[in-house]
Nanobody, 117 residues
Framework: QVQLVESGGGLVQPGGSLRLSCAAS????????MGWYRQAPGKQRELVAD???????NYADSVKGRITNSRSNARNSLYLQMNSLKPEDTAVYYC???????????WGRGTLVTVSS
């Protein structure tokens, strides 16, 4: 079992920056992939960025160049540095992980990011 807790959401003006954190606990050494999804009002949840165990990262085209996903060496924390934020980045951001072997998906409860003037 893996538990994920997000923090760092809030209100930011367009063009501003925000850093989200995700604290993982439980069977963290079984985590194969860890990343962020977001869900805007009235839209489907979508992948923002993820990192697999070897360190390879993947970003949605809509955030490339503006957002950086990073992981602590202990693999118990994940960070999403978001720069040049746009109103269309407004969404609830969820931390997500997949564990090795059983391919179980785990989700945090989400943190709201609102980009508005």
């Amino acid at each position: 079992q893996v538990q994920l807790v997000e923090s760092g959401g809030g209100l930011v003006q367009p063009g501003g920056s925000l850093r989200l954190s995700c604290a993982a606990s439980g069977s963290i050494f079984s985590i194969y992939s860890m990343g962020w999804y977001r869900q805007a009002p009235g839209k489907q949840r979508e992948l923002v960025a993820d990192i697999i165990s070897g360190g390879a990262t993947n970003y949605a085209d809509s955030v490339k160049g503006r957002i950086t996903n990073s992981r602590s060496n202990a693999r118990n924390s994940l960070y999403l540095q978001m720069n040049s934020l746009k109103p269309e980045d407004t969404a609830v951001y969820y931390c997500h992980s997949i564990t090795n072997g059983d391919n179980m998906n785990y989700w945090g409860r989400g943190t709201l990011v609102t980009v508005s003037s």
